[in-house]
């Protein structure tokens, strides 16, 4: 809907800027696209008069005028348009001036004749013949050819003054719940609510001529339910002619074309009133009679369109005694329109239902803007006054005499919805606190009643329903920016959990590494199995089966993640991703024993990675940090041979007091195979419920040493077979609360070292937190260090 602010300003006295006004009619409901201020492009084009014209020597067709713009001295303008005359009026654009389109306009010489200037037509200051149906297309605007227009302009006037085309238009987004503001009523109607502003509207005021419509007219409706209201008026001795500037400028503003002053009033009606009007020339309304129906099953009709359309018997029509003349709320037949020898008219003016209107439209497809109003929903409150305004404009414009009376067919249900009104609902609805007395003020702004703790509902107001909706008017003109933030009431309170905040940190650690996190399908082929090496007597291949799968390949939830990691990182290499460090945090399900309960899901990471200097103790790095960020500090690792995904002796289980939480090592060479990856690869799996159980969330301080502290080194012979976290977990036993760190500083095997032995040096830091630590106190710490290694086969190299 566009909504012209001269038009506007007929009805409300609105002061504020154009962006303030925008603004602020989107904030209470009314939704604007944006704005367009006419003739924008314009600048430095005047009203000038023809003095004198003169032939350019050597030329044919150019000829030099000298031109009055109002200044002390006439200009000269050279044009090779043959409709200037001496003491017409034409538009000029003056050296430096700008046309719509950013043309420059600049004084030079034509045939060596000084041009300071250049006359307009309409298209140069675009505008159509629509605009001024009296000026020459082609030729120059000469604006003294409309008497109206040369009594209001004078000499040297802004030129989008003088031709009323400085209107600003305002486009709204109109909702289909609100058909009554598309309309200039409706809409400052709005206005006059958001700036509490007075509304101004008359009611329409028709002389008549004398006579009785009903010796012209006879009206009849068969379908009372699809058609309400049925309101028809005539006008005689109809002369046609060109709208006046005024109402050529509103239209043009509103996206209207203009057209005669007959079809510009029903279109201008529509406009104001948002209430469709049709005009029949009396000539072709057989037997003087209407009559509202339904089609007859295979009926035609030739709209105004020039199309014939074959009708049927749901769709409802206007017809004489002989014929559809106009498909009721779409249309009008071919000869029902206004033509120019047109001399008796009958006005209607209906309601028609809304459903009915749309279903009709679109199976002919001949959507109308009357259609679009209709199929929305027009009360046929406002059929009558639309009517008359029409009426009203007919007397005003001189364009026909109204006959006296009325012909009203009306079966419309006058009732008007009442809601109660619950100050207290309202308020804990919206979360603010105003008085009953506000809230009614309120609504009578936007024309709501009050009577007897009931608010009564304007008839135009069709989406207003219950108080609900009451609560959404308060709100958008009491102001949404003055309603207070508060918490949602009856809402869970939305915040991560426990596991997804953990995820989340999770998350972070590994990007922190430098890892890529992935997100596969958690449904898979059991084929995967048989590619990761999985015994044929695996817990793992119990798996929960998807009743309608996909297809074979997504038939199944996964019990592992591995294959899923397996699959991306075996495309990142055939891709000749050379570095890949990827993980997820990924779901394992797994089937619960109680077949009518769901599986039980757990939570796990998952990480993969193969590159060039990556080795399996690189990932065992990695988990221990991980872990470590977790609020995990310490973990075991032991060996594991009987994993068949994983290469035999390369491959790790992590413990933590003694609870399996993962596993971790080197992707056995037939799993590499099994998925075309001709690198080594190395894969962990930990699940998130245990690493949960063990991380404390809490970080405590740590004061900096008072005392110094003493280091002893320790070189040991051990069995090759024991892994240095079992000599480290002794040392750390032995050592007790003295010792603060422990450091493997060398790994030898060689000619000195015994077969199946190996030999591992330590680096001990010993302090006391509560005093100096003497020489003999950490030598008994060492002693008993060495006696727990010795309970290991462990003993001191020598």
């Not at 004078?154 to 305002?170: E, M, N, P």
């Not at 014939?308 to 037949?333: H, Y």
């Amino acid at each position: 809907m566009n909504l012209s602010m001269k038009w506007l300003s007929e009805y409300i006295d609105i002061n504020a800027p154009i962006r303030e006004f925008v603004h602020e009619m989107t904030m209470s409901g009314s939704k604007v696209e944006g704005y367009e201020i006419e003739g924008e492009g314009i600048e430095n084009v005047v009203v000038g008069e023809v003095l004198s014209i003169e032939r350019v020597p050597d030329s044919d067709r150019l000829v030099q005028c000298m031109i009055n713009v109002g200044n002390a001295e006439p200009i000269q303008i050279v044009t090779g348009a043959d409709n200037v005359n001496v003491g017409d009026l034409v538009p000029v654009a003056l050296d430096g001036s700008t046309l719509p389109g950013g043309k420059k306009i600049k004084r030079g010489k034509l045939r060596g004749v000084m041009s300071y200037g250049m006359l307009c037509s309409l298209d140069e200051l675009g505008l159509t013949i629509n605009d001024f149906p009296y000026a020459i297309e082609d030729g120059i605007f000469i604006l003294s050819d409309d008497p109206e227009l040369k009594s209001s302009i004078q000499i040297g006037q802004d030129i989008r003054q003088a031709i009323g085309f400085d209107d600003v238009k305002v486009e709204f987004e109109i909702t289909s719940n609100r058909p009554d503001c598309l309309s200039v009523l409706g809409l400052a109607r709005e206005a006059s609510a958001t700036f509490d502003t007075p509304l101004n509207v008359h009611a329409p005021k028709v002389s008549g001529s004398g006579g009785d419509v009903n010796s012209h007219l006879e009206v009849e409706v068969e379908n009372k339910e699809l058609c309400p209201r049925y309101i028809a008026k005539v006008v005689k001795n109809v002369k046609i002619a060109s709208s006046p500037i005024w109402m050529r400028e509103r239209l043009r503003a509103s996206g209207v074309r203009p057209i005669n002053n007959l079809v510009d009033i029903t279109n201008y009606v529509m406009l104001e009133y948002g209430q469709p009007l049709h005009a029949f020339d009396s000539r072709y309304v057989d037997g003087a009679k209407i009559i509202v129906r339904n089609a007859r099953q295979g009926e035609k009709i030739m709209t105004l369109d020039g199309a014939e359309r074959e009708l049927s018997s749901d769709m409802l029509v206007i017809a004489d005694e002989n014929k559809p003349i106009a498909v009721a709320g779409v249309m009008g037949g071919e000869f029902s329109g206004v033509m120019e020898d047109t001399t008796t008219v009958i006005f209607e003016s209906a309601s028609f239902n809304g459903a009915s209107v749309r279903n009709t439209a679109k199976r002919l497809g001949m959507r109308t803007d009357a259609s679009a109003r209709y199929e929305k929903g027009i009360d046929s409150c406002t059929t009558l006054p639309a009517i008359l305004r029409a009426c009203e404009l007919i007397e005003m414009l001189g364009a026909g005499e109204v006959v006296d009376g009325t012909i009203d067919r009306d079966s419309s249900d006058k009732t008007q919805k009442r809601i109660p009104l619950d100050s207290n609902f309202i308020n804990s609805f919206l979360g603010i606190k105003i008085s009953e007395q506000e809230m009614i003020d309120i609504l009578k702004k936007l024309d709501f009643e009050f009577s007897d703790g009931d608010i009564i509902v304007p008839r135009v107001r069709i989406d207003v329903e219950s108080d609900a909706d009451l609560a959404e008017e308060i709100a958008r003109i009491y102001g949404y920016d003055n309603i207070p933030t508060t918490q949602p009431r009856g809402l869970a309170e939305a915040k991560l959990t426990d596991e997804q905040k953990y995820k989340k940190k999770l998350s972070s650690i590994m990007l922190g590494f430098g890892y890529n996190e992935i997100i596969t399908y958690s449904f898979m082929s059991p084929k995967a199995y048989d590619k990761i090496n999985l015994p044929a007597d695996s817990e793992l291949r119990s798996s929960v089966k998807i009743s309608n799968p996909l297809g074979e390949d997504t038939s199944v939830m996964r019990t592992t993640t591995i294959a899923s990691m397996l699959e991306i990182l075996s495309r990142n290499y055939n891709n000749r991703n050379k570095n890949v460090k990827l993980f997820e945090l990924a779901t394992l399900y797994i089937p619960n024993e109680d077949k009518s309960k769901l599986p039980d899901e757990r939570a796990q990471l998952t990480i993969g990675i193969y590159e060039e200097n990556a080795d399996f103790f690189t990932l065992k790095g990695v988990i221990e940090s991980a872990l470590g960020g977790m609020g995990i500090a310490e973990c075991d690792f032991a060996s594991c041979t009987d994993n068949p995904t994983f290469h035999t002796g390369r491959c790790a289980i992590i413990e933590i007091d003694g609870k399996e939480i993962g596993a971790f090592g080197e992707v056995h060479p037939t799993v590499l195979e099994n998925y075309d990856i001709g690198t080594k690869v190395y894969v962990a799996q930990l699940d998130i419920g245990s690493m949960m159980e063990f991380s404390v969330a809490e970080k405590t301080y740590q004061p900096l040493p008072k005392f110094p502290a003493v280091t002893r080194d320790l070189s040991l012979i051990c069995d090759d077979e024991i892994p240095v976290a079992s000599i480290e977990k002794a040392i750390k036993k032995g050592a007790g609360n003295l010792l603060e760190n422990i450091e493997l500083f060398d790994l030898y095997k060689g000619a000195q070292i015994e077969k199946g032995k190996k030999s591992v040096s330590y680096s001990l830091t010993l302090r006391s937190h509560d005093s100096t630590l003497t020489d003999d106190r950490a030598d008994k710490a060492v002693k008993l260090v060495l006696r727990e290694l010795g309970n290991i086969g462990i003993t001191i190299r020598v």
